[in-house]
């Protein structure tokens, strides 16, 4: 019989009953973890049966968490990169801001709440000779319009003292493919960027993808070579859009500590901020 493929659910579960009492669910991904030896039945003394992890299982909930820690360092690094290389090009920038943004509600019935930015006018009453007369169309309905809370990787822009040159820009980091392609299935995650600033690009490694698997709205950097030595690329320009800071932009930056270099001449690395983002309730 061949092993059970695992899942993150099986993992989820592993972890979950390494921090219980370990009391049964008696569902199929115990059966699969039984099955695979990453977990055993064993009797608390009183009668009742009660899940315990293998070594096997500790192993793999031990090798999942520094695979995860891997991740988010070479993703962080990255990140790092990148703003050390936007702070080259004269721009102030920001890591993990918490913004609120506003979207398009499309699913919302008209009156569905009051965040719709314009009425909807009565439609005209129909004609003797059809629904709708020539002359007259019926309005579209009003799209709403709803607040949700944005958290671009790096955040930025220039450094002047007149506000239309400011060219804000989001710049979101990928270090795999399974977290770009998870990033552009949620549609109103990228309209939120979008809403914040004026250009927003997508920043990965080389190979991670094609630019042509971008929407073409949003521009593409990519870094050729290894995280500590690699050169960055553009691609492909974002579209450029009109931005004009919103006020509650200009609260977070206000209350927010933008990156700074070392100290020290000649070194790549960034400053750790101690002060956590910035929210906005």
């Known amino acids: 019989m061949s092993a059970p493929t695992l899942t993150r659910s ?5 972890l979950q009953i390494w921090r219980s009492a370990g009391w049964p669910c008696k569902d199929g991904l115990e059966i699969d973890l039984l099955a695979a030896g990453l977990l055993r039945q064993q009797d608390d003394g009183a009668g009742r049966e009660t899940l315990k992890l293998t070594e096997a299982g500790i192993e793999l909930l031990a090798e999942s968490r520094q695979r995860g820690l891997r991740s988010a360092s070479a993703h962080d690094r990255l990140a790092q990169r990148f703003a050390l290389h936007l702070m080259d090009m004269g721009r102030i920038v920001w890591r993990e801001l918490s913004l609120r943004a506003q979207v ?7 009156a569905a709440t009051a965040t719709t930015e314009t009425a909807v006018p009565d439609a005209p009453a129909p ?26 990787d790096l955040f930025s822009v220039r450094q002047t003292s007149v506000e239309r040159y400011l060219q804000p820009m989001v710049h979101e980091i990928k270090f795999s493919r399974a ?20 250009e927003v690009y997508y ?16 521009g593409v950097w990519v870094m050729h070579g290894d995280l500590d030595e690699g050169q960055f690329e553009l691609l492909r ?7 004009k800071l919103p006020f509650a932009v200009w609260l977070a930056l206000a209350k ?16 750790d901020v101690d002060q956590p983002p910035a929210q906005l309730s």
């Open 10 to 14: 099986h993992r989820s579960r592993l």
């Open 104 to 110: 398009d509600d499309e699913d919302a019935p008209p």
């Open 127 to 152: 004609t003797a000779h059809g629904l709708w007369s020539e002359d007259e169309t019926p309005a579209p309905a009003a799209i709403k319009r709803v607040w949700r809370m944005a958290r671009p």
């Open 179 to 198: 977290d770009l392609l998870s990033d552009l299935r949620h549609a109103a995650k990228r309209q939120a960027y979008q809403w914040l600033c004026s």
């Open 203 to 218: 920043v990965f490694p080389a190979g991670v993808a094609k630019p042509n698997e971008i929407p073409t709205q949003f």
């Open 237 to 243: 320009p974002a579209r450029h859009q009109p931005c």
């Open 256 to 271: 927010a500590t933008p990156l700074q270099r070392e100290a020290e001449p000649g070194q790549g690395a960034l400053a």
